[in-house]
Structures are given as C-alpha cells and as structure tokens.
C-alpha cells in the first residue's frame, strides 16, 4: 500500500493518478477535524460503520457501533475539558493511520496526557476496524 503523509488542513485534493479515490474513501482529515472541534460523538456517527470492530489496551476489543457509542461516552462523561490535541496521519487507499498527542483535565481535576497512534481500515468511507496503540502518563 502506498502512504501518503498528510498536513491535517490538507483537503485531500493531491493531483497525482488515483489520489482522489483514496480521498473519498479515507476520510482521515474529516475525521480528525471532528476531534479536534470536539465533536467526537458525531465523528463516530459519520465516520464509523456499524459493524466497527476497535480495539484499545485499556478496553480490549469492542465490537459494533452501538457498544462503541456506549463506550466513548463513558471516557467523555470523565473528561471535565479538553485542553490540546495535535495529529499527523497518513493516507492509503483503504486504510489510515495517525500519531497524536491529547490532554485533557479529568472530572475528577486530573491532568491527562496521550500520546497514541491509531491506525484505521476504511470502506466506502467508513472505518470498519481501528486499533489504538497509547502511552499515559
């Protein structure tokens, strides 16, 4: 598969043979645009297809949107404020992945901090299986 690094303010519009195809269909940009404006519940609503199968080492797999609806809610019902998330991803045809740094303040006053790298397979614009590999500290 070939990779494409890609600057998150970049639309996807790249003018070498077959780029648009992998544009349509790995909505990445989108997708991180999402989290960065917060909206991580309606990113998982137009970006993740029913049958999303994810996987994360603090909750193992967790399979279909429904059960991953349910599952983010619960990490967003601990978070008290967002205070920073960066991202750098990379673009196949049918698959993406990105490297990002996320912090956030607990409700329980907390300071958290991420660095994770998640790598997603796409079809028909949709993500139908993502692994998250993360530090905390």
Known sequence: AVL???????DGSINEKGEAKMARNVRINELLDFIR???IMD????FYAEGV???EPAHGTTEGLTANLEREQKFLD????FKNFEAKAAIGE?????ENVMEWKSTDGQDIRIEQVAVQHWR????VHERFYYKMD
């Open 124 to 127: 028909e614009g949709k993500i």
């Open 43 to 46: 990113a998982m609503r137009e």
């Open 78 to 81: 601990g978070v008290a404020k």
């Open 4 to 10: 494409r690094f890609m600057d998150p303010s970049n």
């Open 37 to 39: 404006q917060g909206r």
């Open 94 to 98: 049918d698959f993406s992945c990105y």
């Open 53 to 55: 199968i994810m996987e």
